[in-house]
């Protein structure tokens, strides 16, 4: 049977047009971007936007060529455009090092070093020929099926639907069988991490804590994060020898997911520990949502329990085992109602206390933490009697009132530090303390967001691959390179990377927040009595001393 259709050979010659634009996007891919990267990871990066960009630009000229329109392609030059993409290439490396020197330089790391092209070159070449090799092999299987089909449809259905049935298989085991085992696989590494008790790491004594032997929480059943929570710094006495007055013991409550079934279990259990310890007679309550693997900051809420000598009760329950951004691809419902669950249960307890006793009542969570907390208040439901206020901090750009807030700021004010009408509900806060821009004074509630320019958790746009992000234009945050530009797919590919690669930088840049930053959201959101800046400056230098 004669093929309507042939298919070119495996190792057949790149198109020419398609390998220079390939070609400069691997270049531009070296530009800077907002996080660091490695010599290994800018090798990655480069080589999938390459291929990529060759992709694209391949098809649309087989299918310019299909729609038989006129070939255009001149093929006793063709050395030209493969000698311009070479040039292009090394171009491209030859500046890499450079380049990534100006995203160190605006986020306060040490230069890189020079033998980094070399790394490029090699890492990127092996993931170029990997993902040719895919893009052929599917070529060749969209082929075989519309040869098939030609036998009883119409040439260019038979091609189209070749195409199409291609890419269903080609997604069904990428996506069905190779991601599936691969989440499979790191869920159960994560979870056995999770029930790794270390040697010495013992049940506390104090029958405040969770875990202990006076808890209805099991300290086995804590999890890794929320053992660790629940023994953090600092105590009464460390409070009390940075402050000069005495202090109290701060109480942290965690439940993990081994500790009950379900959610609401979980919230049942959260609330029964609350009321057991006494935590509704402090002076606040704070419902900490931790991140995806049920992190808490060490810097997040410690900064409070200072200000506050040690008069802080919070609250933790935790939903996943994994990293915050593959929970938030894999399973965000779990969060969504855990979050509301928990807050429900605590609020209707709080509500219905006497106001002049009950402790004032706050929302706090990082990176997912955020955005689970934000999903958690619904705003229409505690209008006639609202929690104190809200700190949420490196909000995700999947956020439910993040993007809501930036977008309707005033037109004045930056993407990366935006002004929402006049201050008095919402505010945000960069490395620069803005929490008293506002020209009216705070209302019953307050809203503080915390944001670094630099973090691509935040401001990872999926719109980025056709579009130039707001934040991008000029002013420019303080430690966004100004040599990073918008280049359609490429800076889609770089914000996805530093998006993954968010905590690989200093504290104060990046997804990592620092315990001075956190201080000033705590103090613009609570009001602590008794501080003043030689009494912040000390408590600083204690968390400069402990590495926060």
Known sequence: MQRPFTDRPILAPLTPLALVVAALAFTMALTPSLIPRTGVLQGAVAGITFALAYGITAGLIS?????????????????????????????????????????????????VE????????????????????????????????ANRLAILLPLRVALTLGFILAAWAFWAIGNGVLLHNALSAMDATY???????????????????????????????????????TMAAPDAATIAQITGRPAKEPLRVYVGLNNAETESARADLALQELIRIGAFDRKLLVIATPTGTGWIDPASVSPLEFLWDGDVASVSVQYSYLPSWLSLIVEPEYGHETARVVFARIYDYWQHLPKETRPRLYLHGLSLGSLNSDISLEFYNVLGDPPQGAFWVGPPFASRSWPQFTAARNPSSPAWSPIFRDGS???FTTQKDTTAVASAPWGPMRIIYLQYPSDAIVFFEPDSFYREPDWMKDPRGPDVSPELHWVPVVTFVQLLT??????????????????????????????????DQAGLDRLNAWFTEQGL
């Open 498 to 531: 530093d998006m993954m690669t968010a905590t690989l930088t200093n504290a104060g840049h990046g997804h990592v927040y620092a315990a001075s930053h956190y201080l000033e959201g705590w103090v613009a959101l609570t009001d602590p009595p008794g501080w």
């Open 191 to 229: 979870k056995r991490l999770d029930h790794l008790i270390p040697t010495g790491d013992v049940a506390p004594t104090d029958p405040l804590k969770s875990g202990s032997a006076a808890s209805l929480v099991d300290w086995q059943g804590l999890g890794a994060q929320g053992r660790a929570r």
């Open 114 to 145: 020079s033998a980094r092209p070399f790394i490029i070159a090699g890492v990127a070449l092996a993931v170029v020929l990997v993902m040719l090799l895919i893009g052929r092999l599917f070529r060749r299987a969209a082929v075989f099926v």
């Open 63 to 111: 299918l310019w060529l299909w729609l038989g329109l006129p070939d255009l392609r001149n093929r006793k030059l063709v050395w030209v455009p493969r000698a311009l993409a070479l040039a292009i290439v090394i171009y491209g490396l030859f500046h890499a090092t450079a380049w990534q020197n100006a995203v160190h330089k605006a986020v306060e790391m040490p230069p």
């Open 425 to 427: 509900l919402v505010r």
